[in-house]
């Protein structure tokens, strides 16, 4: 597919006009960087994704999101990302509404291309507690007042990179919270190395998630070698039936190690 960010941008910005926030907003409370002071190292930050551009259909199974994040959260996840991109990843806003009621402490990323602040809003509504902003998406101006924004109604943003350029427009809003996507997302390539080169130029009191790619247990492996505190990861578990039992057995091949 060539240049998906270009492709994807006419489709988020309709959605994104569509979205109607009528409801007071209650500043959330539940600090996303919490999850790094749990015992799992590196927290592991589960997908609920059931499609992508690069693979299309993932999960062949039959479980709802409230079931998969039951299945992630009992074995072993720090925390959950739910995917809400429709056309490409067959996602749903109304899968975090669920899996927040049904888990009311549980950590939730809204994963999505954002590029307005009423689907922040929509978020912290749904019950997001942290939401990804990437770079590579957005104008500098723009990420700043959404990063701002963010931030105000007492979400965490994940500044998402993936190259040193896009870095030190992240670093300028000095985050708490980084994630390095091995993805390219304008050829939907994938390069490992890639944290292993930005995560030097980031100040140590970054968290760091490294995103994408991450499937095996040497990779698991790698990624804990170069200091990322969390990983993001999805395709390797929602390709199973039981994703919460797939991410169970990387982080007990882990343990071997």
């Not at 200091?227 to 199973?240: A, N, P």
């Amino acid at each position: 597919m060539n240049n998906f960010i270009q492709t994807i941008k006419t489709s988020v910005r309709s959605r994104a006009d569509s979205i109607q926030i009528e409801a007071n907003l209650m500043l959330n409370t539940l600090n996303f960087c919490d999850i790094f002071q749990s015992s799992t190292i590196p927290a592991i930050i589960a997908e609920i994704k059931f499609a992508s551009p690069s693979r299309g259909r993932i999960y062949q199974g039959n479980l709802d999101p409230v079931t998969i994040a039951s299945d992630y959260l009992s074995h072993g996840a720090s925390a959950l990302s739910i995917l809400t991109e429709p056309e490409y990843f067959q996602g749903n806003i109304e899968s975090i509404r669920a899996v927040r009621q049904a888990y009311p402490e549980t950590h939730i990323l809204l994963k999505d291309f954002v590029l307005s602040k009423a689907q922040i809003a929509q978020g912290l509504l749904y019950g997001a507690n942290a939401v990804l902003l990437i770079v590579a998406f957005l104008n500098p101006k723009l990420l700043k007042s959404l990063y701002d924004y963010t931030l105000s109604l007492g979400l965490t943003p994940l500044i998402e990179v993936h190259d040193l350029a896009e870095l030190e427009i992240a670093l300028a809003l000095k985050p708490k919270l980084i994630g390095i996507n091995h993805r390219n997302l304008s050829t939907l390539t994938i390069d490992l190395d890639i944290s292993d080169t930005l995560i030097k130029s980031i100040p140590n009191d970054v968290f760091v998630i490294a995103e994408s790619g991450i499937e095996t247990k040497a990779d698991l492996n790698t990624m804990v070698s170069r200091g990322v505190d969390g990983c993001l990861i999805g395709s390797c578990f929602m390709k199973e039936t039981y994703p919460g039992h797939a991410l169970q057995q990387l982080l007990e091949d882990n343990d071997e190690n």
